[in-house]
């Protein structure tokens, strides 16, 4: 049973481009939440999506968005990227019926 | 939101018991404890939770205060596998399948030595 898959793994980008990140949940999870983590800080919430909505966001600027699909898979998308975007972007997924989130291994994303 | 206060780091020797300290003294009634942890160039992992009573499960066991103020997360025999930043977070009762987010601090980083 494959856990929480995430797509790239690294990225590098030049500041002002926007980036697409994926993530496929585990098997049978239907509930998607995005985080950030900074280098030496905890992982900061972003969004949840749930039934292809956007159920909850953080203190993040509409530069961030997301989407979920009908398989439950979903993507972050990141437009005109700062320096201070550079992060290892994290996926989580749920049942909406459990409280354990999986998360996955992440995507290293550099702005340079 | 509530939010949790715990070391900054801790060491432990390997075999030996890790008791990783958490409190929460603005915790409200319904806020569960739940903790993570995330072993070096991995995305967090559950490690258990709980709400009143203490929880054993077969990662480690959660020892929660009577008053609720606080909560201990007890690896009964410390592996180097073990070495990992240990987060302690207090989730809000979800009112509905959508609402659900963890906040995250700096978490204690365990260092076990063998």
């Known amino acids: 049973d494959a856990g929480v898959t995430q797509s790239p793994t690294h990225l590098i980008k030049t500041r002002g481009q926007q980036v697409t990140l994926r993530c496929s949940p585990k098997s049978g999870h239907d509930t998607v939440s995005w985080y950030q983590q900074a280098l030496g800080q905890g992982p900061q919430f972003i969004f949840q999506y749930y039934e292809e909505e956007e159920r909850q966001r953080g203190n993040f600027p509409d530069r961030f968005s997301g989407h979920q699909f009908p398989n439950y898979s979903s993507e972050l998308n990141v437009n005109a990227l700062l320096l201070g975007d550079s992060a290892l972007y994290l996926c989580?997924?749920?049942?909406?019926?459990?409280?354990?989130?999986?998360f996955g291994p992440g995507t290293r994303l550099t702005v340079t | 939101d509530a939010k949790t206060t715990q070391p900054n780091s801790m060491e432990s020797n390997e075999e030996e018991p890790v008791h990783l300290p958490c409190n929460h003294s603005?915790?409200?009634?319904?806020?569960?404890i739940h903790w993570y942890r995330q072993l070096p160039s991995q995305g967090p992992e559950y490690v258990i939770h709980?709400?009143?009573s203490n929880v054993n499960n077969r990662m480690a066991s959660l020892a929660i205060a009577e008053d609720r103020k606080s909560s201990t997360l007890i690896l009964h025999r410390a592996t180097l596998r073990d070495a990992a930043v240990y987060y302690c977070i207090l989730r809000p009762l979800s009112s509905g399948a959508g609402s659900y987010q963890l906040t995250f601090g700096k978490g204690t980083k365990l260092s076990v030595i063998p």
């Open positions: 603005t915790i409200s009634g319904t806020d569960y």
């Open positions: 989580a997924s749920r049942d909406s019926s459990s409280y354990e989130q999986y």
């Open positions: 709980g709400l009143t």
